[in-house]
């Protein structure tokens, strides 16, 4: 059976002002050219479709026309667990449509999928947290962990103050619900575990929301993957990589597109997998386009800086001025940088090597940039993400209210 292990798309993400979603259109382009050439079998995400709770629409819109077309109709089985960006309830209220295209979509821990037939192939057995799907005549057992926190496992009573001792119990929790769905792996079937969590070790970049709200409480040992285990396929970490000192075979795919400064310097891939019952799979990696790269310019003079956006001014690409001085620069010149370079995401000046930042020079600031400087002024430190997403599900809200107004009047 040949797998494709995908996560992270963040759809509907922005880098500061900047909307991605044209390049996420370029990426499930892509991502159906690789799924028909490598002729892959069945598609795993594993978690963060959207970026926010509540996507915009454009995002929901692009999600559903890329589940529709990458199941080929109901023709290639597809398995989503949400991430700590989605919204589970949301994600899952689409299901009794997605099951019609052979999508299933594992929300919560307790999710059943429904036992179905299709043409191509068939969801024999299922219970919460685990289902069997028969396919080309060989049968796969996936064991489903969506992002999870103690509030949603009720079992979890933290006795300990410690963040040791907290971690612990939770790693210990995962590693009971893993142990017990695992009693249906079978030596004849393929057997694989899809989860969105945070293991240790595992390399972080700038651009991922901490599974950890309490210090590390959220980060698990790798030994929590049961020895029958043949592979664990992972989302929220954004590089791809190996979980180290697993008992079993467990990657991070990493997300698709480069979503932050610290994602640059490493290529972005998928991940296919060529795998039989009762033998070691094999892993082969597909590197992606970078479909507009990030560049970071460090100079020490506005003149070097200005030197740099006329070189890439014809390239389509983000770029990140950091200018180390202690000298003015005006208006007038910033205009200039950003006249010569267009997509320039931030222009800083840093007054020595320590990154110590004087100012961020902005020509303006979005409405989520405003929010942010008004809560900080306010309350004396940063907004929290859970306020930062209350506030951008308004934004979406409003945002939707709105295109139902103009296709009203336009009818």
């Known amino acids: 059976m040949k797998i494709l292990h995908t996560s992270d798309w963040h759809l509907g993400k922005y880098l500061d002002k900047y909307s991605r979603i044209d390049e996420q259109e370029k ?48 023709k290639r089985p597809i398995i989503i667990v949400s991430g700590n960006h989605d919204s589970a309830s949301k994600l899952i209220s689409p299901s009794p449509l997605a099951y019609e295209f052979g ?5 919560m821990l307790d999710t059943v999928a429904k036992v179905s037939k299709y043409d191509n192939f068939e969801i024999t057995k299922a219970g919460q947290g685990f289902f069997e799907i028969k396919l080309n005549n060989e049968k796969a057992v996936f064991l489903t962990i969506p992002y999870v926190t103690e509030k949603n496992i009720n079992e979890v009573i933290f006795k300990s103050d410690e963040e040791a001792d907290m971690q612990r119990e939770f790693s210990d929790k995962i590693k009971d619900i893993l142990k017990d769905l695992s009693k249906n792996f079978k030596e004849d079937t393929i057997n694989i575990i899809i989860s969105h969590l945070f293991v240790k070790g595992g390399i972080e970049t700038d651009s991922e929301r901490k599974i950890q709200s309490i210090g590390g409480t959220y980060a698990i040992d790798p030994k929590v993957f049961p020895d029958n285990t043949q592979y664990v396929a992972l989302g929220h970490l954004h590089r791809c990589q190996q979980v180290k000192d697993a008992n079993c075979l467990a990657y991070y795919s990493g997300s698709p597109i480069r979503y932050s400064q610290s994602e640059i310097g490493y290529e972005k ?3 296919v997998l060529d795998i039989e019952a009762n033998k070691e799979p094999s892993i082969k990696k597909i590197s ?27 390239e389509n690409s983000y770029v990140f001025i950091e200018i180390l001085t202690e000298d003015f620069i005006t208006g007038e010149q910033i205009k200039t940088l950003r006249e010569t370079k ?41 907004a929290p993400n859970e306020v930062l997403d209350m506030f951008l599900n308004i934004l979406n809200e409003i945002e939707k209210e709105e295109v139902i107004a103009d296709e009203t009047s336009n009818a």
């Open 27 to 74: 990426f499930i382009d892509e991502l159906e050219k690789i799924c028909n050439d490598e002729k892959i079998d069945l598609i795993i995400i594993a978690g963060d479709i959207y970026d926010v709770t509540n996507p915009p629409i454009v995002a929901e819109k692009l999600f559903f026309s890329a589940v529709k077309r990458l199941s080929l109709n109901g």
């Open 103 to 107: 999508i299933i979509i594992q929300g």
């Open 269 to 271: 891939v998928v991940l």
């Open 288 to 314: 992606l386009t970078d479909y507009k790269p990030i560049q970071v310019f460090k100079g020490d003079s506005y003149e070097d800086a200005l030197a740099f956006c006329e070189k890439v001014s014809n």
């Open 342 to 382: 267009k997509d320039i995401v931030s222009i800083i000046l840093k007054a020595d090597k320590e990154e110590k930042v004087i100012y961020e020079l902005e020509e303006e600031k979005t409405i989520l940039e405003q929010f942010k400087d008004f809560y900080t002024y306010k309350k004396g430190k940063n």
